[in-house]
């Protein structure tokens, strides 16, 4: 594979346009969020970025599943602040970090699946009078979660929030944080398009929530009933099982991937039908992998996507896959997908707002690599292979795990006769490693062209810019080995 600079420079950056930019400093300057899926992973990469390169933001409100206020406040110290993702943060403010990060953040227990988000009347009344922006990123990304659950929070979790929005007395936008894959298209360039026309028409509920019927026969209400009714029909050692194939089996019968991107895709239709006058974008990033580079590179959290075959590789324990050697997995690292929202935001709630004719997609932006700076499967499976001869696993006794060279199954018979203890995972990733669509990102890409020349520095996210091998073998792989695998010595 080609090798670029991880520091290559676009075309904009040699003629930068004159212009003062989209403004992004000076837009969150002074402006209260709200941030759902508070604890989430890139929730926390976009609350760290936003503290250290806009301390004048007012207040951050971070929605926690929790209990109460104090039990909030722990898991807000635990999973966010004493992680390693605020150490430059911490020591840009030294002793004054406490109190910094006090005056800055305000945890909120509540929870996406109760009415009014969970939070208390007296506290939602507070927030509901002071925020001026919403960024909903709250999701379950588990492929096949159990349907009921995924329906809850992907779905029904997106009408509750634009319920409360709705009561945002000072809400200035709505962000809502999808993914590239809640669109059915397989294949060919997709574009960033609404699901808003001729994707489904509105349907009558009971339940306070407006719910939709699908053109091709899609109706979330009967959807969600199904899954409360297969919930009372089996013993409890039969539920999680049961509730996971059912989510499977309508997502794929209506031409989905799996449970999380179907359960996506109506989260969207949701807030389509129900968004009134709110001001609405719609973020789909694609796969969200570790930090290109800020504050630190590779930092991530959780077995993600690809991870776990690549990490069963490097143990030894996965001599090949079952894969299309030449579609493109689209991946974007976590601190370029915060750049991109942070700049969306600062164009539809700041001065350039008005530049552009109001159009039924503006609002839509897919933050994707495919199309800009594909990442070909071929090349990723030679960097596995080439990362882990230099900096092998090691066995229980601290031997070095030999491994051979990945092996890609073109046909899932010869996959299946191989390692017969993988059907289910290679049933659950080939919508992924056979996907031959392309991504399209035009808005994202215009929007690079509204920065200024500081803007650039500071809120780098070109694609292009990415160099995969730099990327993969010497930022991912040591990322996920150290921060997931928790190695302490990688050569």
């Not at 402006?31 to 390169?53: N, Y």
């Not at 019968?253 to 239709?269: C, I, L, R, V």
């Amino acid at each position: 594979m080609p090798e670029k600079n991880s520091v290559s420079i676009t075309k904009s950056q040699l003629s930068p346009k004159v212009h003062e930019g989209l403004g992004i400093v000076e837009y969150f300057s002074g402006k209260k969020l709200l941030v759902t899926g508070a604890t989430g992973f890139l929730a926390k990469v976009l609350v760290e970025k936003i503290l250290r390169t806009m301390p004048e933001v007012d207040k951050i409100f971070l929605l926690i599943k929790a209990k109460d206020k104090e039990a909030a406040m722990e898991r807000l110290m635990n999973e966010i602040i004493n992680t390693e993702l605020f150490k430059c943060l911490r020591e840009k403010h030294g002793a004054l970090f406490e109190s910094f990060i006090s005056s800055k953040l305000v945890p909120v227990a509540g929870n996406m699946c109760e009415m009014n988000i969970g939070i208390e009347e007296d506290v939602a009344n507070l927030v509901a009078g002071e925020v001026d922006v919403i960024i909903n990123s709250a999701a379950t990304t588990t492929f096949d979660e159990r349907f009921d659950v995924a329906l809850d929070i992907n779905t029904k979790g997106a009408a509750r929030i634009i319920n409360f929005a709705k009561k945002c007395e000072k809400l200035k936008l709505y962000v809502h944080v999808s993914t590239a894959y809640a669109s059915r298209q397989i294949e060919g360039k997709i574009i960033e398009e609404s699901f808003g026309k001729g994707h489904y028409v509105a349907n009558s509920a009971g339940m306070n929530e407006t719910l939709y019927k699908h053109v091709h026969g899609l109706d979330i209400e009967t959807e969600i009933k199904l899954a409360s009714e297969m919930l009372e029909s089996f013993k409890e050692n039969e539920i999680d099982q049961n509730l996971k194939d059912l989510g499977m089996s309508r997502a794929r019968n209506y031409g989905w991937q799996n449970t999380y991107s179907f359960t996506k895709a109506m989260g969207e239709m949701v807030v389509e039908d129900t968004k009134g006058e709110l001001p609405v974008i719609i973020i789909r990033p694609s796969i969200i992998e570790s930090t290109l580079k800020e504050p630190i590179p590779g930092w991530i959290e959780g077995n993600r996507m690809m991870d776990p075959i690549i990490l069963l590789y490097g143990k030894g324990k996965l001599p090949g896959f079952f894969v299309n050697p030449n579609m493109a997995l689209d991946v974007v690292p976590a601190d370029i997908v915060v750049n991109s929202i942070l700049a969306t935001i600062a164009k539809h709630g700041g001065k350039e707002s008005k530049l552009e004719d109001s159009n039924s997609n503006d609002h839509v932006y897919q933050i994707t690599s495919s199309v800009a700076n594909p990442l070909i499967m071929r090349d990723l499976v030679d960097l596995a292979y080439q990362h882990f001869c230099i900096s092998p696993c090691f066995d229980r006794e601290g031997n070095p795990i030999q491994i051979s060279a990945f092996k890609l199954f073109t046909s899932i018979e010869d996959w299946l006769k191989s390692i017969e203890h993988f059907k289910y995972m290679a049933n659950l990733y080939q919508p992924y490693t056979t996907f031959d669509g392309r991504f399209d990102n035009n808005k994202v890409e215009k929007l690079l062209e509204c920065l200024s020349e500081e803007e650039r520095k500071e809120f780098q996210f070109d694609v292009s810019c990415i160099d995969w091998k730099h990327y993969i073998t010497r930022v991912h792989f040591h990322g996920v080995r150290k921060h997931v695998m928790k190695e302490t010595a990688l050569k």
